[in-house]
């Protein structure tokens, strides 16, 4: 079987951290696995988000990731492209996402509204009009 290309981004997440139920509550996001620590902490989850596949993972020694916290901000913006941005933004405000820009129609043919997750991450939720 051939593997489609496609993005897979693998977030970063804090060590410790035991609960990332955000993704399942904002974007209806489907747990395909989600391996744990002994202390019960995330090691790493993949989800998908209506096929879009994502990871969560925690810092290791080995990855050389930060999270966006110890990196002192992100440095890559999730691009979320769904059919009713309204929707999607507002449930994941309602999730406990901070708002960074409001959903705004631009001149470039794109609505986009703009929101950080509860571990740092930044997500676009756009579509083309």
Not at 22 to 30: C, D, L, Q, T
Request: with cysteine; hydrophobic share 45%.
């Amino acid at each position: 079987m051939k593997t489609k290309t496609s993005f897979a981004p693998m977030l970063a997440i804090a060590n410790g951290v035991t609960s990332i139920d955000f993704y399942k509550k904002a974007f209806n996001a489907i747990e395909n696995f989600c391996l744990r620590n002994d202390d019960g902490s995330i090691h790493v989850a993949e989800f998908t988000i209506d096929g879009a596949m994502f990871h969560v993972h925690e810092v290791t020694q080995f990855s050389g990731t930060k999270t966006p916290a110890n990196a002192g901000g992100g440095t890559v913006s999730v691009g979320l492209m769904v059919d009713d941005v309204h929707a999607v933004f507002d449930k994941a405000i309602a999730a406990g996402a901070t708002l960074v820009m409001p959903v705004t129609d631009f001149e470039y043919g794109y609505r986009q509204g703009e929101f950080t997750d509860p571990f740092g991450h930044r997500w676009i939720i756009e579509k083309v009009i």
